[in-house]
């Protein structure tokens, strides 16, 4: 309801914690309860002094426990979000509307972004990449940027941020899996699956537009891209092999979706998640197997398990034939498991 889009959205009830559910008003006082789930499915409620109360708690225990919550200090969240989402740390991009597709692009964020010397807008040379312009100078990212991001206010989209997940020396800090069109819901559920039965704990990311979904792995240290590839190959593969029938159509691709660069190259980004407008519309947020966002997105980051180097080489070992398994043997050339297997190796 106005003005209760900040209440907080997790506290300690009578000793456990509990999300809120809505608030409402009294018809005549202009009291408010907060109401509730319970364990036993039913609907409960307190008092708006006692919710707040329990919210103090809950922000106690997490502070206890060194863990970001909702509630923690703008520069720990940073801090942790930073963390995590990790990639080139030189440079990063920046949405725009394009009017003439009429959508989103974006581009690498460059301090001779100027009409009178980026060859790209003054005319002088409007096919450059970006990578090969003897002017650029690529700009690392900010935390006032970040923020700006998390608000979410710019209504042409010149805040909505971009990770190079492909790092210095082929390395990577995170594997994501994209899946967008009808049916990402069953492939993602799939495909996580995959990845708990390796023990690995994926973060699921309901992508901007709500049409798709971002699957997050996070590693303890850098890896190989050719590395992580492999990882997300041998998920891919665990996954379609069980989908009975399904062509895994949703599916698009893995990030990092290079193993190396060129020498002028960045790689394809991948959207950063927390976009304000976005969340606005329920997108952009991690959710549950039932596709509800967490009611604390902070301190489901905080309990994140990263991956180690160790643990991916195991993974990729253990799959059947390799990477791809069968997948890499599929003789119908023309079906949707061999272009994705063509995908994972590189070749579409």
């Known amino acids: 309801m106005p003005g209760y889009s900040h209440m907080p959205k997790v506290a300690i009830i009578e000793g456990a914690e509990r999300s809120l559910g809505e608030v409402l008003a009294h018809a005549t006082s202009g009291d408010h309860i907060c109401v509730f789930g319970a364990p036993d499915g039913s609907r409960r409620y307190v008092s708006e002094p006692e919710w707040l109360a329990g919210a103090e708690l809950y922000r106690a225990s997490a502070r206890e426990r060194g863990v970001v919550t909702s509630g923690s200090p703008a520069a720990n969240k940073i801090a942790l979000f ?4 990790r990639g ?20 690498p964020v460059c301090a001779n972004d100027k009409p009178w010397s980026c060859p790209r807008r003054n005319g002088s040379n409007r096919g450059m990449k970006c990578g090969k312009c003897p002017l650029k100078k690529y700009v690392p990212l900010a935390d006032d940027k970040l923020i700006a991001h998390f608000r979410g206010e710019n209504p042409e989209f010149r805040d909505v941020l971009g990770l190079y997940p492909l790092a210095e020396e082929g390395k990577t800090w995170i594997l994501a899996a994209d899946f967008d069109k009808s049916g990402w819901q069953r492939e993602v559920a799939l495909y996580c699956e995959a990845c708990e039965a390796h023990g690995l704990v994926p973060a699921v990311e309901r992508s901007r537009s709500g049409n798709g979904a971002h699957v997050w792995l996070f590693f303890e240290e850098a890896v190989d891209a050719s590395l992580a590839r492999d990882l997300g190959s041998a998920l891919i593969s665990w996954a379609m092999e069980r989908s009975s029938g399904m062509s895994f159509s949703a599916y698009d691709r893995l990030f990092p979706t290079q193993s190396t660069l060129s020498e002028d190259g960045l790689g394809n980004l991948i959207a950063l998640p927390f976009q304000g407008a976005a969340m606005r519309r329920g997108n952009s947020m991690f959710i549950d197997e039932n596709l509800d966002p967490y009611p604390d997105q902070w301190l489901f980051l905080s309990t994140v398990v990263r991956i180690t180097e160790e643990k991916a080489r195991e993974v990729v070992a253990k799959a059947d034939d390799g990477p791809l398994g069968r997948l890499a043997y599929s003789s119908d050339k023309g079906s949707s498991v061999a272009e994705v297997a063509a995908d994972l190796c590189g070749v579409l």
């Not at 080139?88 to 581009?107: C, H, L, M, N, T």
């Open 82 to 85: 930073r963390s995590l989402f």
């Open 88 to 107: 080139r740390e030189d440079v990063y991009a920046r949405g725009y509307f394009d009017k003439r597709k009429q959508k989103i692009a974006y581009a």
